[in-house]
């Protein structure tokens, strides 16, 4: 892991990922390199996993993936399959995404699950007329 | 229960056939037709999390899919076929197995010699022979990422 922490790699449908990490850097103010977006739009397969492969590089990464499965889900797999200081989150969220801005820099085996909690317990919604709300 | 859909798409089982296609056609099975996939454990996993527990995925070869093809075709169950290329769905055809259906062409990226048809389909010279080839086997092949989208003939997957 490099001294400030793990890096992020958010991989998306359409447009998806590019206005998550834009709204991170607005919010908790990581820098660029620290979290990158990358969209599945017009790519096959191969060219895809190509590409993440090179963004994920060496080091400590967490790639996040908007579904669990599906083209995203499957090139962050493959890229992450031969192990070392790597993980796959699915079913991105940007609450996820601010607690990785502000903790990426703890041993991934503490930060995952860090991630998926925060991601999990920020999934709030309000009925009329129904208390308490439904939360994740 | 005929096939559903049988469908050329790179990306073979993602969320386009499982949501798009699959919230219409409510398949009970999904079969990948194709050589390299059928003798790969890892990677038949990473689709098979792509569907939920209720459906069964299947990896065929080729060869073995056109041994099986007319037992699924009068099967109760509802099977969604998929190959990753033309040229598998071609030979999967041959010898006018596939006589009367209907081939759909969801997704074809960019690639080089490859131009494009729609956003989501690029054909090359050798595409557009099994396109050609296809149509002489019976099959009536269309361009179509999404059931509602507007469906794309053979004229203009053919024009060059």
Partial sequence: MSEMGARGVVVGHGTLAMGMVDAVRRIAGIDEDALVALSNEGKSPDALRDELARIVGTGSVVVFTDMHAGSCAVAARVACRSGGQRAVVC?????????????????????????????????????????????? | MPILLFRVDERLIHGQVVIGWGSQLHPDRYVVVDDDLAGSEWEQDLYRLTVGDGNEVSFLRVEQARQRVLEWMSSDERTMLLTRDLDSMLRLARNRLLDGKSVNLGGIHHGKGRKMVRSYLYLDDADRGCVRALDEEGVCVVGRDLPGSLKVGLADLLEE
């Fill in chain 1, 91 to 136: 079913g991105v969220n940007l609450p996820m995404l601010i607690e990785f801005a502000f903790h990426r820099s703890d041993p991934l085996e503490e930060l995952v699950p860090r991630l998926v909690e925060q991601g999990r317990s920020t999934i709030t919604a309000h009925l009329p007329h129904a208390d308490p709300p439904i939360s994740g």
